[in-house]
């Protein structure tokens, strides 16, 4: 069987293996930046190719910002999880622009931003990704912000707020996992054993991971365009950056930090999802003093595609409430 994958076909003999009939060519070696501080603005350093020469590279450049709806309505900033760009937000936030300023972004390496200013040693953690929406915030002069996180960017969001909750009035956690790996009680959904294979499959064949699974992680057996879809997404990522950011989201343990969150949250599930069981979503909910909790009827990682009208009412139900 042969599948598109971006601009490559894929034999595939089996589900579980996955043959590449054509390979992209060996990721450009990318730029390395470093961070610096410009009056109150924080703006990152990127290594201009044509000058040699460091130069400052603003936040709604550097994440391709973008801005939708009235200047003087309240403020949602859309955050996408891992493999996707703001792109998968298109069947929602044009209904959220109906009543909130809807600013949308691209991670570093993902999407349309810009991947010079990437490097692995920065991003190696999601710390990183916290910051960077930090910055988008201070740039545009955001206040009051509902910050809507999706998957691993949950989890940033989370980061973000706890490090400036002045800045923000809510949280929307979507499909959250502070911790993939199992521990103890906690049931994250994946053994150590598991995830160190995930990563290596995704090192060793990442066009192959990608086609494999998206599927999995986008779920909607019946709807095998949704899995294309995210199976594109992922194609598009540069695969060392994929695979730096695959590390940070999977390995990465931040359930000490859900206690800390102080502004008002609401954590949406759905109730069959491969990546982040209810169970995961019910310890999201518990960990966050004051939190609410609510189950869509819906099956997937990524409602926002599969179930767009039940995510855009359970957000506008919560973001526009007092």
Not at 285 to 297: K, P
Request: proline content about 4%; glycine content about 8%.
């Amino acid at each position: 069987m042969r599948k598109r994958c971006g601009s490559s076909w894929l034999v595939l003999p089996d589900p579980l293996s996955v043959e590449l009939g054509t390979l992209a060519a060996e990721s450009k070696r990318l730029g390395r930046w470093r961070y610096g501080t410009v009056s109150t603005v924080r703006r990152s350093l990127a290594l201009d190719e044509t000058t040699g020469k460091m130069c400052r590279v603003d936040a709604t450049t550097r994440n391709n910002v973008t801005v939708l709806g009235h200047h003087h309505s309240p403020t949602l900033l859309l955050a996408h999880g891992f493999g996707c760009d703001q792109h998968l937000w298109r069947l929602v936030a044009p209904v959220l622009s109906e009543r909130f300023r809807v600013v949308l972004f691209d991670h570093v390496g993902s999407g349309r931003s810009d991947s010079s200013a990437w490097s692995a040693e920065r991003y190696s953690t999601l710390d990183a990704y916290a910051e960077d929406v930090l910055e988008i915030c201070s740039e545009l002069d955001l206040r009051d912000v509902v910050l809507v996180g999706h998957s691993v960017s949950a989890m940033i969001a989370v980061l973000a707020a706890n490090r400036d909750a002045d800045r923000f009035a809510k949280l929307v956690l979507l499909t959250p996992s502070p911790c993939y790996v199992d521990d103890g009680d906690y049931r994250g959904g994946f053994s150590r054993a598991d995830v160190e294979e995930l990563l290596e499959s995704l090192d060793s064949n990442y066009l192959g991971w990608s086609a494999t699974m998206a599927p999995v992680i986008m779920g909607n057996a019946d709807h095998p365009e949704l899995g294309g879809e995210l199976t594109d997404s992922f194609c598009r990522t540069d695969p060392m950056i994929a695979g730096a950011f695959a590390r940070a989201t999977f390995l990465s343990d931040n359930r000490a930090d859900l206690p800390e969150v102080a502004v008002p949250t609401l954590v949406i599930q759905t109730a069959q999802d491969a990546i982040a069981s209810q169970e995961v979503g019910r310890f999201v909910h518990e960990q966050i003093a004051g939190s609410e909790l609510v189950t869509l009827d819906a099956t997937g990682h990524c409602p926002q595609l599969s179930a767009p009208e039940a995510t855009t009412a359970a957000i506008f139900a919560f973001a526009g409430a007092q």
